[in-house]
C-alpha cells in the first residue's frame, strides 16, 4: 500500500492550518496548530510514510523551509501568483490547505527556489543594499520634486550636496516648505551613510565566494554588480537551461499563438503564420533585469566590442523599439539569438572559464575594472 502523503499548509501569524491527503486523493487529515516551530514539527511527526509538503511564499516561507526540510521527503515552496484553483469558489484557510495539498498531489504548482543556505548572508546583504538603495533614490526625487513645486529650478546634482544646502534652503521663502526640505535632507545623509556602510560589508562578503571574480571577467560587470548576480542567483544549476535564466530576468519574449495546424489534401501540417510577439516577459526578477540592463547600456555607449557590435547590426538595419536606436531596445528575437550566438562579445581568457559559479576561491581569474558612474550598481 502507497504511504505517500501531500501535506498543504496554509500559513498565518496566529495558527496554521494544515490538510493530508494521500496517493488516492482522499483527505486523511486535518488540525490547526499555532505557528510555532515545534508544534509544527510535532504535526508532521505523527505521519508515516513519504511526506510531501507544500506552501505558499511569503514572510514565513524561508523560516519554514528551514524548519521542515529534515522532516519531509520534499518541501515545496509554491508561487500564490501562478495558484488559479485557491482563487475560484469559497475561501477559508481550511479550503486552501486542501487545495494546495490537492494542487501538489497533482503536480500542478510552480515552485519558487529555496536553498544554498552557505549564501544566505551575502543574499541578506544584497536585498539590504538594494533596499537602501532604492529608498535614497526616493529620497532624492522627493527633494527635487519639492523644489520644482514651488517653481525652483533645481537641474544637475549641486541640489543634493551639502556645501550648496544653504544657498538651495535660501530659495524657500515658506517657513513650513523649509523645514520639510531639512528634514528630507537629513533622511538623505543618513541613508548615504548607510548606503557607504552596506555597501563595504557587501563587497567584503562577496570575495568569500570564487564566483565573484569569475562573473568580474564579463565586461562592465563590477565588484557590486557580481556581488548582487550571486545573491540574486545564488547558483546557476537551479536553471535548467539558459533560457530559464532568461526569462527569470526578464529578457525571455513572450508569444501567442492558435490554430497553428490545418489538414491540406488529407496531411497534417503547420501554419506558416508568424507568431505574434508580446513582448518581454513581465513575471521576472526586476533588480536582476536591472542588473543586466545597467551592464549593456553601459557596455554599448562606450567605445569597445559591444558597441561595435551593436552599430553593425543598426547599420544592417535592425529593427528597435519606436523612436531613436539606443542600447535599451534590444528586446528584439533575432538581437537576442545573434549576441548569444556570436564569439566577438566574450573576453578572451587562456583558459576556458566553467560556466558554474561554484568555483574554488584559489583560482586566479582576470577581474574588470570598477567603472565610475555605475549607480547603485557600481558606485
Known amino acids: 500500500m502507497d504511504s505517500t502523503k501531500y501535506i498543504g499548509m496554509d500559513v498565518h501569524k496566529e495558527a496554521t492550518t494544515i490538510a493530508v491527503m494521500n496517493s488516492a486523493g482522499k483527505l486523511v487529515m486535518e488540525s490547526i496548530v ?36 529534515p522532516h519531509a521527503t520534499k518541501v515545496v515552496v509554491c508561487n500564490p501568483r501562478k495558484n488559479a484553483l485557491l482563487q475560484t469558489g469559497n475561501k477559508s484557510d481550511r479550503i486552501d490547505a486542501r487545495k494546495l495539498a490537492e494542487l501538489l498531489r497533482a503536480g500542478l504548482l510552480s515552485a519558487v527556489y529555496h536553498g544554498e543556505t552557505g549564501l544566505r548572508t551575502l543574499k541578506e546583504l544584497g536585498r539590504s543594499y538594494l533596499a537602501i538603495s532604492k529608498d535614497l533614490t526616493r529620497t532624492m526625487n522627493r527633494v ?45 545623509d543618513g541613508l548615504q551613510k548607510l548606503r557607504q556602510e552596506e555597501r563595504r560589508d557587501l563587497l567584503a562578503e562577496s570575495r568569500k565566494h570564487g564566483a565573484t571574480e569569475l562573473l568580474r571577467q564579463i565586461p562592465y560587470i563590477g565588484p557590486i554588480r557580481a556581488a548582487l548576480l550571486i545573491a540574486l542567483l545564488q547558483t546557476p544549476h537551479r536553471f535548467r537551461t539558459k533560457r530559464q535564466l532568461w526569462a527569470y530576468s526578464g529578457l525571455a519574449l513572450e508569444t501567442h499563438s492558435s490554430g497553428e495546424y490545418h489538414y491540406a489534401q488529407g496531411q497534417l501540417q503547420r501554419s506558416k503564420r508568424p507568431v505574434q510577439l508580446r513582448g518581454l516577459n513581465q513575471n521576472h526578477n ?30 544592417k538595419g535592425m529593427k528597435t523599439d519606436d523612436g531613436p536606436p539606443h542600447i535599451g531596445a534590444q528586446d528584439r528575437r533575432d538581437h537576442l539569438n545573434r549576441l548569444e550566438e556570436r564569439s566577438v562579445l566574450r573576453r578572451p581568457t587562456d583558459k576556458t572559464a566553467s560556466v558554474g559559479l561554484n568555483v574554488s576561491a584559489d583560482e586566479s581569474l582576470p577581474a574588470a575594472g570598477i567603472m565610475p558612474g555605475d549607480v547603485p550598481w557600481d558606485s
Open 144 to 188: 527635487k520634486a519639492l523644489y520644482r513645486s514651488w517653481s525652483i529650478p533645481c537641474g544637475g546634482t549641486s541640489v543634493y550636496a551639502p556645501r550648496h544646502r544653504t544657498e538651495w534652503l535660501s530659495k524657500i521663502t515658506e517657513a513650513g516648505v523649509r523645514r520639510r526640505a531639512e528634514l528630507f535632507y537629513q533622511q538623505l
Open 286 to 315: 526586476h533588480d536582476l533585469k536591472s542588473i543586466f540592463k545597467g551592464a549593456a547600456t553601459k557596455a554599448g555607449s562606450a567605445a569597445g566590442p559591444f558597441h561595435d557590435f551593436y552599430t553593425a547590426l543598426l547599420a
Open 34 to 69: 499555532e505557528t510555532k516551530g515545534a508544534t509544527i514539527v510535532q504535526a508532521l511527526e505523527g505521519l508515516r510514510g513519504e511526506l510531501y509538503v507544500t506552501l505558499e511564499e511569503g514572510t514565513w516561507a524561508t523560516w519554514l523551509y528551514d524548519l521542515l526540510q
